[in-house]
């Protein structure tokens, strides 16, 4: 077991970034170059890790930036595309003919068309794609980012057609000795289904209550009256959209398995949610806009949120027509991720850019670019294109303008994916990885109590790693093992282990790349640490939720399940009534 100082030292990475750019709220790019120097001088001289594994984990890092660049430029050229075709227009009117409240307009882009992304691509792709979206149906960009991101929790665990449990949870667990003890007779892919209907059942307890958190928080922020009551006004239809999500959510995890809760529950989602709103269906009589335009704090425009309409000359597009590029972009993402031959031809090695053993170090390095959300996006952009007859400078205009929006996204992810690839690659003869020795740490301190940490390693993973996979993919054994240590057994563990998922899903709502990734696709930058500090309210509440619950199903003791319950009055009591706390997590 490491010293008390070897763990506090494995927290530098961690504080760095916390310190520089939530508190002191520094550049994203100033934060993570401080960032990156300090994790690698950590790794070097603390921990002893070799140079050419540092140097094989940057270059990692800068091969994944810039696969999260491509996705990036994939998700404003679409945008820019709709804008210079006259699409983004319809899409505007055809959401103000479903509701003018901009309330149901966040449930509905935000909630459910981006856990329908989620659950077909997921890697930060939704708030890349929701995030533009709403900045075009009049929404402030950083009023945009936020609810993207916070709706970048419940959808998460089965993003990518189930991708951090399938791959993430069972890469942790499959073939490992204490697990086939622990678990035996049962089958191991039998004992993952069992923690994937975990999963689903503790989200859907805990994430019901996100789309009324996120109405709260837009309300409150971003709100003439500044005030979270405004947003909950609206708390019946928030609780339905909720519910229409993670019902069938549940039912889909519990019957059919990871692969599709959470594009299937979208679908279902919407279905029921968008004809309810229309109907006006539980939606109050006075409606929640934006103050004017020209009353907007400078905080919350993005390059974005200064397009001129160039078409308000033209007549309007008809809806289904200007809709078309995204159903196309969800009909590519699901035949790319659920067709066998497909999937296989676009993830082959003879389409892969491939960089093995880097310096030495058994570090390798994989682009798989056929198979990235960024090329979905982009020949969605050049069907747009075509179908709705544009001009080739109109197009170009688009490209370009696309081209210089991410080139101000690089930067902050070209050192902070790096510092995390360092982060997570320090293990040396002598001492475990940094983020391994911190769980470690925390476990012998608390010990019993467990259960209630467990999110909170998840999300630390998912923060770091910007991945719920990755997190899930280091932790999910060291989660067993703790659990088994303090006496649960094979059903216990698994709980702990969802658990484990459950945090890593909330930690995205925090993640630095997803913060810069979805500020930069509506040219918002500088501002990462305003919006992690907004965000962290729902991480804080999902986190200590889901470890309330988490006890609650592994006591069987009503007093957890009270307690539950309790906190989540304490949590929507204070959000309205302490205005003053708010203010001080969101402002400089």
Same mark, same amino acid.
């Given at each position: 077991?490491? /010293? !008390?100082?070897?763990? *506090?030292? +494995?927290? #530098?990475?961690? $504080?760095?970034? %916390?310190?520089?750019?939530?508190?002191?709220?520094?550049?994203?790019?100033?934060?993570?170059?401080?960032?990156?120097?300090?994790?690698?001088?950590?790794?070097?001289?603390?921990?002893?890790?070799?140079?050419?594994?540092?140097?094989?984990?940057?270059?990692?890092?800068?091969?994944?930036?810039?696969?999260?660049?491509?996705?990036?430029?994939?998700?404003?050229?679409?945008?820019?595309?709709?804008?210079?075709?006259?699409?983004?227009?319809?899409?505007?009117?055809?959401?103000?003919?479903?509701?003018?409240?901009?309330?149901?307009?966040?449930?509905?882009?935000?909630?459910?068309?981006?856990?329908?992304?989620?659950?077909?691509?997921?890697? /930060? !792709?939704?708030?890349? *794609?929701? +995030?533009? #979206?709403?900045? $075009?149906?009049? %929404?402030?960009?950083?009023?945009?980012?936020?609810?993207?991101?916070?709706?970048?929790?419940?959808?998460?665990?089965?993003?990518?057609?189930?991708?951090?449990?399938?791959?993430?949870?069972?890469?942790?667990?499959?073939?490992?000795?204490?697990?086939?003890?622990?678990?035996?007779?049962?089958?191991?892919?039998?004992?993952?289904?069992?923690?994937?209907?975990?999963?689903?059942?503790?989200?859907?307890?805990?994430?019901?209550?996100?789309?009324?958190?996120?109405?709260?928080?837009?309300?409150?922020?971003?709100?003439?009256?500044?005030?979270?009551?405004?947003?909950?006004?609206?708390?019946?239809?928030?609780?339905?959209?909720?519910?229409?999500? !993670?019902?069938?959510?549940?039912?889909?995890?519990?019957?059919?398995?990871?692969? %599709?809760?959470?594009?299937?529950?979208?679908?279902?989602?919407?279905?029921?949610?968008?004809?309810?709103?229309?109907?006006?269906?539980?939606?109050?009589?006075?409606?929640?806009?934006?103050?004017?335009?020209?009353?907007?704090?400078?905080?919350?425009?993005?390059?974005?949120?200064?397009?001129?309409?160039?078409?308000?000359?033209?007549?309007?597009?008809?809806?289904?027509?200007?809709?078309?590029?995204?159903?196309?972009?969800?009909?590519?993402?699901?035949?790319?991720?659920?067709?066998?031959?497909?999937?296989?031809?676009?993830?082959?090695?003879?389409?892969?850019?491939?960089?093995?053993?880097?310096?030495?170090?058994?570090?390798?390095?994989?682009?798989?670019?056929?198979?990235?959300?960024?090329?979905?996006?982009?020949?969605?952009?050049?069907?747009?294109?075509?179908?709705?007859?544009?001009?080739?400078?109109?197009?170009?205009?688009?490209?370009?303008?696309?081209?210089?929006?991410?080139?101000?996204?690089?930067?902050?992810?070209?050192?902070?994916?790096?510092?995390?690839?360092?982060?997570?690659?320090?293990?040396?003869?002598?001492?475990?990885?940094?983020?391994?020795?911190?769980?470690?740490?925390?476990?012998?301190?608390?010990?019993?109590?467990?259960?209630?940490?467990?999110?909170?390693?998840?999300?630390?993973?998912?923060?770091?790693?910007?991945?719920?996979?990755?997190?899930?993919?280091?932790?999910?054994?060291?989660?067993?093992?703790?659990?088994?240590?303090?006496?649960?057994?094979?059903?216990?563990?698994?709980?702990?282990?969802?658990?484990?998922?459950?945090?890593?899903?909330?930690?995205?709502?925090?993640?630095?790349?997803?913060?810069?990734?979805?500020?930069?696709?509506?040219?918002?930058?500088?501002?990462?640490?305003?919006?992690?500090?907004?965000?962290?309210?729902?991480?804080?509440?999902?986190?200590?939720?889901?470890?309330?619950?988490?006890?609650?199903?592994?006591?069987?003791?009503?007093?957890?399940?009270?307690?539950?319950?309790?906190?989540?009055?304490?949590?929507?009591?204070?959000?309205?009534?302490?205005?003053?706390?708010?203010?001080?997590?969101?402002?400089?």
């Amino acid at each position: 077991m490491p /010293g !008390t100082f070897t763990i *506090i030292l +494995a927290t #530098l990475p961690i $504080a760095t970034v %916390f310190l520089l750019l939530v508190v002191l709220a520094r550049s994203a790019k100033f934060s993570m170059f401080v960032a990156y120097l300090v994790t690698t001088a950590t790794a070097l001289l603390v921990w002893g890790t070799e140079l050419n594994k540092v140097l094989g984990a940057t270059v990692n890092g800068v091969v994944t930036a810039v696969s999260l660049l491509y996705i990036v430029f994939g998700a404003i050229l679409m945008l820019y595309t709709l804008e210079e075709s006259g699409g983004i227009r319809s899409i505007r009117r055809g959401f103000t003919s479903i509701s003018p409240d901009r309330r149901v307009q966040a449930i509905i882009i935000a909630w459910l068309f981006g856990s329908l992304i989620e659950g077909a691509s997921g890697f /930060g !792709t939704p708030a890349a *794609i929701a +995030a533009p #979206l709403l900045v $075009a149906v009049g %929404f402030p960009a950083m009023a945009a980012v936020m609810v993207s991101l916070i709706i970048q929790s419940t959808p998460v665990s089965f993003g990518a057609v189930g991708t951090p449990i399938l791959v993430g949870v069972r890469t942790g667990l499959v073939d490992q000795p204490l697990v086939e003890q622990t678990i035996a007779p049962m089958a191991f892919h039998d004992y993952l289904m069992q923690i994937a209907a975990k999963v689903a059942m503790i989200h859907g307890l805990v994430g019901f209550l996100i789309p009324l958190i996120l109405v709260g928080m837009l309300t409150r922020f971003f709100g003439t009256n500044r005030s979270f009551v405004e947003g909950f006004r609206i708390w019946k239809f928030a609780l339905f959209a909720g519910l229409a999500f !993670t019902v069938p959510y549940w039912i889909i995890a519990a019957t059919l398995g990871p692969e %599709f809760p959470s594009l299937l529950g979208g679908i279902i989602g919407l279905l029921i949610v968008v004809p309810a709103a229309k109907r006006g269906f539980l939606i109050p009589k006075e409606t929640f806009d934006f103050p004017p335009r020209n009353q907007w704090d400078e905080a919350w425009v993005g390059k974005l949120d200064d397009l001129e309409d160039h078409n308000a000359h033209k007549p309007l597009m008809p809806l289904l027509k200007a809709w078309a590029p995204y159903v196309v972009v969800v009909i590519l993402l699901v035949l790319t991720r659920t067709i066998a031959p497909i999937k296989g031809f676009l993830v082959s090695p003879a389409v892969t850019i491939a960089l093995d053993d880097l310096f030495g170090s058994g570090i390798n390095a994989r682009v798989q670019l056929l198979y990235l959300p960024g090329t979905v996006l982009i020949l969605a952009s050049l069907f747009t294109y075509f179908y709705h007859g544009m001009k080739a400078s109109d197009y170009g205009k688009a490209l370009r303008s696309s081209g210089s929006t991410m080139m101000a996204a690089a930067p902050a992810l070209l050192l902070a994916v790096p510092m995390v690839q360092v982060f997570l690659n320090s293990a040396s003869d002598t001492l475990a990885s940094m983020p391994i020795v911190l769980a470690e740490g925390v476990s012998s301190a608390v010990g019993q109590a467990w259960p209630m940490f467990a999110p909170w390693i998840g999300a630390m993973g998912a923060f770091v790693a910007g991945s719920n996979t990755i997190s899930n993919m280091m932790f999910s054994l060291f989660q067993f093992s703790t659990a088994t240590s303090i006496g649960l057994g094979a059903a216990g563990a698994g709980t702990v282990v969802a658990l484990q998922a459950i945090g890593g899903a909330a930690g995205n709502m925090i993640c630095v790349h997803n913060v810069v990734a979805a500020s930069a696709t509506v040219g918002l930058t500088d501002r990462e640490g305003e919006l992690i500090r907004k965000t962290l309210i729902p991480m804080a509440y999902y986190c200590i939720q889901g470890g309330l619950i988490g006890f609650a199903l592994l006591t069987g003791n009503l007093v957890w399940w009270a307690a539950a319950a309790i906190w989540v009055a304490v949590v929507l009591l204070v959000m309205s009534r302490n205005r003053g706390h708010a203010a001080v997590l969101a402002t400089n």
